[in-house]
């Protein structure tokens, strides 16, 4: 059973946003300034979906590790199919993270000008039904994620379409997290203290204990979303759009207590990313006398990604 570790992140309901707009916008946005992180129930995404994609997901972990290997795209920074265990790092750390992860982008019609930043996705022989599974979650990750970008908007005094055209055909990728089980006296964490490079980062999976944020006294406190619901978190991205406004806190996670180290971990994040040409400027809104422009040369989607790619050793 999961860990009922109280969650530091009170939920809200996505449900509340039909019936009145600037309040769940106020309530998003109010737990992002002070977490960094909100937590989303009734998002809406259909559950027989979801219990299709986890079963998947395990079933492709669970095979050989050679013929997961056949899906690794050496040089490809990860950006699409199969990476191994132990590949990635968090930035300045010292030790690799025990993970493995499969990676899904978005599928680009031929001579989309974008094509040249954005690799096309692998597809594994085995499990049967796994593109056009994890193809329809992906367009359903995309679809809540317009929904709450809409409500950022809001909350920052921008138009309710404002994210529309920035994150059109944007570079978001669905991982598909394995976190093995893990020794007595295993190193490390499962995955090192990082923030995410992206805009938003839409989770699902983080019902089993292990998910910290650093909060702004040095406390490591627990995100425990309820069955089935989001944690969402800002990324690097949006904090530099918003001038620090809106924060992309440090988290990690943690390897498990004695009694579940026997038990893997899955997860699947979806980093949703802006255009690979859109152009990240601070936004005026979120410079002032007390909060100067700490970014004042603006740089693409792309570049800033390719940059952080990097830094965390999967280029």
């Known amino acids: 059973m999961p860990d009922s570790s109280a969650s530091a ?11 009145d707009a600037t309040a769940f916008a106020a309530a998003l946005g109010g737990s992002f300034e002070r977490f960094g992180f909100a937590v989303v129930k009734d998002h809406g995404i259909d559950q027989a979906l979801i219990d299709r994609a986890w079963a998947l997901t395990r079933a492709f972990f669970d095979q050989p590790v050679a013929d997961k290997r ?23 750390a010292s030790e690799h993270d025990l993970k493995e ?8 019609p031929a001579g989309h000008p974008y094509r040249a930043s954005m690799a096309d996705n692998v597809w594994p022989e ?39 055209k920035p994150v059109e055909n944007g570079n978001s990728v669905l ?56 944690v969402v978190n800002v990324g690097d991205m949006l904090q530099r759009l918003t001038n620090h406004v809106l924060p992309s806190t440090t988290h990690r996670v943690c390897n498990p207590p004695p009694e579940r180290r ?17 152009l990240i400027e ?27 790619l990097y830094e965390i050793g999967l280029l």
């Open 175 to 230: 991982r598909l997290l394995h976190y093995p089980p893990v020794s007595a006296d295993a190193p490390g964490v499962r995955a090192g203290a990082h923030e995410d490079i992206n805009l938003i980062t839409l989770l699902l999976g983080a019902e089993e204990a292990g998910l910290e944020l650093l909060d702004r006294d040095g406390r490591w406190l627990p995100v425990a979303p309820p069955p089935d619901a989001l």
């Open 126 to 164: 085995r499990p049967a039904g796994f593109k056009e599974t994890f193809l329809a979650l992906f367009d359903e990750f995309d679809r809540v994620g317009a929904r709450l970008l809409s409500a950022i908007a809001r909350h920052l005094g921008l138009a309710p379409d404002w994210f529309v």
């Open 101 to 108: 992860f499969w990676h899904v982008g978005r599928e680009l």
């Open 262 to 278: 026997g038990t893997a971990r899955y997860s699947m994040p979806y980093f949703l990313h802006l255009a690979p040409d859109f």
């Open 9 to 19: 992140v009170p939920p809200i309901s996505l449900a509340d946003e039909a019936a």
């Open 282 to 308: 601070t936004l005026p809104g979120c410079v002032s006398a007390e909060n100067p422009d700490r970014y004042p040369v603006p740089i693409t989607g792309h570049d800033y990604l390719q940059q952080r």
């Open 70 to 92: 056949a899906y690794h795209l050496a040089g490809g920074g990860g950006a699409r199919g199969y990476t191994p265990f132990g590949q990635e790092i968090a930035k300045d």
